[in-house]
């Protein structure tokens, strides 16, 4: 579906820092399930589903903290306040 305008500036700088923020996580938990320290495939490929899973989880209840907000980024965009937000995001997202 194409979008009918160009985020501004500031929301667009937003958006890519935390995308590359949501890769460094993405590397980190494929990271922790790979082979040298699952030696199962198996286990390595339910390991990497249930660990986004419960990021994806935990990011939707009151202790979003904990983990990538993945949900609290979506949220925000979606209200337009993702600049005003960002290091807050960014903030929790780096902890």
Do not use: C, D
Request: net charge neutral; glycine share 4%.
């Amino acid at each position: 579906m194409p979008t009918s305008a160009t985020p501004p500036p500031p929301e667009m700088a937003a958006v890519l820092v935390l995308y590359a923020l949501a890769a460094l996580t993405g590397t980190a938990l494929g990271a922790l399930t790979s082979r040298p320290i699952l030696p199962s495939p198996a286990l390595s490929i339910m390991a990497l589903l249930l660990g986004f899973l419960v990021m994806l989880l935990v990011s939707a209840s009151p202790l979003y903290w904990l983990t990538v907000p993945l949900l609290a980024w979506m949220k925000t965009a979606s209200a337009g306040a993702l600049p005003a937000e960002f290091p807050q995001l960014a903030a929790i997202t780096l902890a």
